[in-house]
Each structure stands twice: as structure tokens, then as C-alpha cells.
């Protein structure tokens, strides 16, 4: 069951993006922009904890669960560490998956060549 | 010695002869409509080079040592070349003429380079400051949307009006006499802004623009579209051809049986999955020189108007919330024997 | 005075134009893209579920298991951008492809294997962030703006 509603959580997201990106001049660069303030705004005022709880990836998975997972550890670093924290924050949650991005796709540039796109 | 006629045009005293022209292109071009009338198909994307913008280079060098050789020339005899590209600095065109050490002009004219080349070609001909003169554009696929767009690897999908950059290249020699085709008289381009800014349809961008050049045409050399057999664009693809023909019916002309577009040739639009057509600095000058000029030459057609668009505007510009203008340039183009 | 009404003529007629050209500009079949960004988009959060799932029942807290789930996916849409696939898959999904973490992953590898003809520090160094730059600047940004909000609330006892 947690399968199905990952399933289309996830997939309903995805399909509400579609209608920006086709009937609005976004570029996809300014569409993760906007999904990843969203997801931190969603999640500051309390919103996106009972969706991430319904849909576990679906929620999570999504640029808008990225936005949640930033203002999560945004808010755990200004309780531990008052102002500082407020600096810290942001990038400690997002660790993973930016690193995670940034050393395998460097990899993936030495091994591999641009390609045509057919 | 005046040969200016009406505002924006010149009527040559004797024609321009274009002796050769020779095309290079990529895979998917050679799929296309055309495939078999260009003369050197490149399975190969990079072209034996090393990056998109040597590859676009490497277009460049063999379409215009094809054409010398089909001219019967050699290098040392062209006084000059006009040649340019889509990329910043039109690069592509440098390091693509380098090695042939022809004395040179580089040109920016976005995609109405072809245009651009073929009408200073000729105005040096005829100004008696060459016996003969090189045009040659380029564009590539790769090169175009790795500066323009996204990396190629990146996961995006195109909108219906997108256009799909030509990867090829097409040079011409012109020369004082020696051919059965010539070029007869030009019409420069303005620069028309109507305000769109939408980069993913250049078509709509470009399409005031053509409809201006090709209306002063009409009006410089008091004729009417049934004078030209062909009136051929550069790259308006489908979304734009309409628009022109819409534009240019509201100004009291209907070209709609003589008109084509060089993005609707090269590219089999349902079957190649290349939405609204081809456009670059490529498509006007490849679809010119496989299957324009060899056309005219043969007899089927006795006069066309060749009139490539480009959409002006740069990543910077774009950015910075400008509006994408268009310019078009008019070459018009007749098979000489009587 | 003159000048001021050509102006607003001028931009009378952009305007019309706009309209006429959004009129003649076909669009695609929005309720198939968005059934394919749907279905594209639901699969990779699936995926993303089991790995949740898989790391759970390995004995990893909610947060851990998040950072395996992100990983993996990040791994898988690298590599399938090193292999030409991603891009496929984001023509076909559209916002199915672009929306999850592995659009994000695949923004960077795009860069990064674009770019690097252009050198390691100028090419890649630099070009790596062309897309998923902003979206760490203003992810960090919008963060970091609600926790002064967040903080000043602390300390006026409003919230806890």
C-alpha cells in the first residue's frame, strides 16, 4: 500500500509540474528553482510533514521534498545552535544528495563523452 | 556605374554568376528529404574532429574546398571568403577557413548568414573587387545547443514550435562570368522587432521580418510573387511559414503557391520528430546549394527569391529581457540561359 | 506627444501580435504529457519507496534511510545520463523526469560531461552549476530566510 500511495503522490506532482511547463514560458531551470522554495515554504508552515508521513517517497522523492529535507535541517541547526545555526543548516541537509551529485557526475565526466541527441 | 533600385535593393548591371555550391551535413540531414542531394553525408556527429565546435569547423573547410574544386578553382585563385556561423565570435568560421589561407570577412547574421554572404559576395563581384568570391555558413546541432540551450545530455523536452538546428554546411564561389546561374539583384534586410520574446519559436519571431524584405522586393523590383517561381525562407518552420503568409496577405500579396521554407525541405517534419523544421545558419545554405541552386540550374525553376531569416538575439540579451528581432535577407537567383 | 502615441500604437500592435502568434503556435497534448509525467514521475518515487522501505528494514532511521533513497537515485540517473538514456526518458516524461532528485542529478552530469572539452577548473569547475546552481543558491536562500523568521519567533516565545 505505502507503494501505491508513493505511486501517486509522486505522480501527481509530476503531472501538476507538466501543466507549468507546458502552458507557461518556464524554463525547467526556473521550475526546480520554484519546487524547491515551495517545498521549504510548505514544510516551514507545517504542511508537508503529514504529506511526506501519507506518501514517504513520493513526498520526499520529488525537488519539492529537497525544500523539506533544507528547511528540516534548517530548523533543527537553530535549536541546537541559535544564530549560527541558521548558517549551517541548509547545507548539512542537503549533504548528501549534492555531493552525491556533484562527485558522480564527475566521475561520470571521465568516463563518459557528450553524445548526439537523436 | 548605379545599380540600386527602389529603397533597399540592388539590381546587378550584369548578373553574378555562382559557379559551384557544395553541402556537408550530419546523419538525421542525410535522412531527410534532401539526403540524397547533398554531396557529403557524416555518419559521424564529431566529424573525425575533436569537440561540436571543430566538427562545425571541419563542415566549413570541406563544403568550401568541395566547391572550389567543383568551380575548377583553386584556392590561391578566390580574393575572398564571406563566411559565418551561429557560435559566439562565429569561431566555428575561423578556425574552419584557418588552414585554407584565404584572405576573409567574418559575418554575424544569425541564421540569414546565407543570405548575408551570398549578397556581399555578389555586391563585391559585380564591384568589380574579386573575380571570385567565397560564401560559406555552418551550424551544428551540438554546438548550437550546448551555447544556446542545455547540454546535450540534459532531459528536457521541446516545445511544438522548437526548431531543430541543422548540422551541415554550404558553400558557394561566385565569379564575373562562367555559369548558367546567376545572381541578379539583392534586397538587404531591416532589423524588425515586433516584441515576441520567446526564444523556443523563432518562426514567430523571425516572420515579420521576412514579410518585410520580401514585400520590399516585390516593391523595388515592381513585381508580384508570380514573377518568381520559388519564394524560398530560410528557417520559419511550420509556425512561422504561416505567419508569414498571413503577414504578407494583410499587405495585398498572397505568395502561398510559390512559398517554401528551407526548415520544411530539409526535414521530414512527422517522421524525423524535428516539430516546427530545421533552422541555423546550416539549413538555408545547405537546402540552397543541394537543392535550390541545382534546380535553377537545370531549368525547372527560372527565378527564385532565396530568403534566409535570423532571430537576433544573444544569451546576454535574452536574459536581460530584451525581444527577439528578426532580419531577413533577399538574393534573388535566375537561370541565365536563354 | 506624437512620440507618445506611436508608443503606445507600437506597443498596441506588439501586443496584438503576441496574441496572433500564441494563437498559431500549436502546443502539445497536455493531457498525455502530463499522463506521462504522471506515470514516468510515479515510478521513480516507487522506486524510491523501496529503497526507503529496504533501508527501514535494515534498521535505519527515517532520516539515514532519505539520504540512501537520494543516493541511489542520484547514482542510477548519473549513470543513465552518462549513457545517453536520461535524456530519452525526459523527452518522453517531461516533468516526470525533471521534477524528481534525478533531475537534479541529471542536470549536473549533463554539465559536467558537456563541458569538460573546456577544461577541468573553467569546463567542468564552472559549467557543473549551470542548471543546479540556482537551485542550491535559492534553495540555501529560502532556507536560511525562514529561519530568521523561525528564529526571531523562538525568541519571542511565539513557537517552540
Wanted: charged letters at 15%; aromatic letters at 8%; proline letters at 3%.
Amino acid at each position: 500500500m505505502e507503494y501505491v500511495r508513493a505511486f501517486l503522490v509522486g505522480g501527481i506532482i509530476c503531472a501538476l509540474v507538466q501543466i507549468l511547463l507546458d502552458r507557461t514560458k518556464l524554463m525547467p531551470g526556473r521550475v526546480m528553482v520554484l519546487l524547491v522554495c515551495s517545498g521549504a515554504v510548505l514544510s516551514a508552515v507545517g504542511l508537508y510533514r503529514p504529506l511526506f508521513d501519507f506518501a514517504g517517497a513520493g513526498a520526499s522523492v520529488p525537488l519539492l521534498g529537497f525544500g523539506h529535507l533544507l528547511w528540516n535541517g534548517m530548523k533543527e541547526a537553530i535549536q541546537e545552535n541559535g544564530i549560527l545555526g541558521l548558517f549551517m543548516g541548509g547545507f548539512t541537509a542537503c549533504a548528501t544528495g549534492v555531493s552525491a551529485s556533484l562527485i558522480f557526475s564527475y566521475l561520470a565526466s571521465l568516463i563518459f563523452n557528450p553524445k548526439m541527441k537523436e | 556605374m548605379k545599380q540600386y533600385v527602389g529603397k533597399q535593393s540592388i539590381a546587378f548591371q550584369s548578373p553574378v554568376c555562382i559557379l559551384a555550391g557544395a553541402s556537408i551535413a550530419g546523419k538525421k540531414e542525410g535522412e531527410g528529404p534532401l539526403g540524397e542531394q547533398i554531396d557529403f553525408i557524416c555518419e559521424e556527429p564529431m566529424f573525425g574532429a575533436d569537440t561540436w565546435e571543430a566538427a562545425e569547423s571541419t563542415m566549413q573547410k570541406e563544403a568550401l574546398q568541395t566547391a572550389i574544386g567543383k568551380a575548377g578553382l583553386t584556392r590561391e585563385e578566390i580574393r575572398m571568403i564571406f563566411a559565418g556561423d551561429l557560435l559566439a565570435q562565429t569561431i566555428a568560421s575561423s578556425f574552419g577557413i584557418r588552414d585554407l589561407e584565404i584572405p576573409c570577412y567574418g559575418l554575424y547574421g544569425a541564421c540569414s548568414t546565407m543570405g548575408e554572404a551570398l549578397s556581399l559576395g555578389a555586391m563585391a563581384v559585380a564591384g568589380g573587387y574579386g573575380e571570385y568570391v567565397g560564401a560559406v555558413t555552418s551550424s551544428h546541432f551540438a554546438s548550437a545547443e550546448k551555447e544556446f540551450r542545455f547540454p546535450l545530455g540534459y532531459g528536457n523536452q521541446r516545445p511544438l514550435s522548437a526548431t531543430w538546428t541543422v548540422t551541415g554546411s554550404g558553400a558557394c564561389i561566385l565569379g564575373e562570368t562562367g555559369s548558367k546561374v546567376g545572381i541578379t539583384g539583392i534586397t538587404t534586410g531591416k532589423i524588425v522587432d515586433y516584441g515576441l520574446k520567446d526564444s523556443m519559436n523563432m518562426g514567430g519571431c523571425m516572420a515579420p521580418a521576412a514579410c518585410d524584405t520580401i514585400y520590399q522586393n516585390l516593391m523595388d523590383f515592381n513585381r508580384q510573387p508570380e514573377d518568381y517561381d520559388r519564394i524560398v525562407t530560410g528557417d520559419l518552420g511550420a509556425v512561422g511559414k504561416q505567419i508569414l503568409l498571413d503577414l504578407l496577405a494583410e499587405r495585398g500579396f498572397d505568395i502561398s503557391r510559390q512559398h517554401d521554407d528551407c526548415g520544411l525541405l530539409i526535414y521530414d517534419n512527422q517522421r524525423q520528430d524535428t516539430h516546427s523544421g530545421g533552422s541555423g545558419c546550416g539549413c538555408a545554405a545547405v537546402v540552397f546549394t543541394s537543392h535550390l541552386l541545382p534546380a535553377v540550374e537545370a531549368g525547372k525553376w527560372k527565378r527564385i527569391l532565396f530568403v534566409p531569416t535570423g532571430a537576433m538575439l544573444s544569451k546576454v540579451s535574452f536574459n536581460e529581457g530584451q525581444p527577439i528581432p528578426g532580419i531577413a535577407q533577399a538574393v534573388v537567383v535566375e537561370n541565365l540561359s536563354e | 506627444m506624437v512620440e507618445q502615441f506611436q508608443d503606445i500604437a507600437k506597443k498596441k500592435k506588439e501586443k496584438e501580435y503576441q496574441k496572433y502568434v500564441k494563437k498559431m503556435t500549436p502546443t502539445h497534448n497536455l493531457a498525455l504529457n502530463m499522463l506521462k509525467a504522471f506515470l514516468v514521475g510515479g515510478l521513480i518515487c516507487t522506486l524510491g519507496q523501496v529503497i526507503l522501505h529496504t533501508a527501514e528494514v535494515m534498521g535505519a532511521d527515517e532520516k539515514t534511510a532519505g539520504s540512501w533513497c537520494s543516493l541511489i537515485l542520484i547514482f542510477i540517473s548519473v549513470v543513465l545520463t552518462g549513457l545517453n538514456i536520461y535524456p530519452r526518458i525526459g523527452k518522453f516524461a517531461g516533468a516526470g523526469a525533471l521534477v524528481p532528485i534525478t533531475g537534479f542529478a541529471n542536470s549536473v552530469a549533463a554539465s559536467a560531461i558537456e563541458f569538460k572539452k573546456e577544461g577541468q577548473v573553467f569546463g567542468i569547475g564552472c559549467k557543473i552549476f549551470t542548471i543546479a546552481g540556482p537551485v542550491i543558491l535559492y534553495g540555501i536562500l529560502s532556507s536560511w530566510a525562514l529561519g530568521v523568521i523561525y528564529y526571531i519567533l523562538l525568541q519571542l516565545g511565539v513557537t517552540g
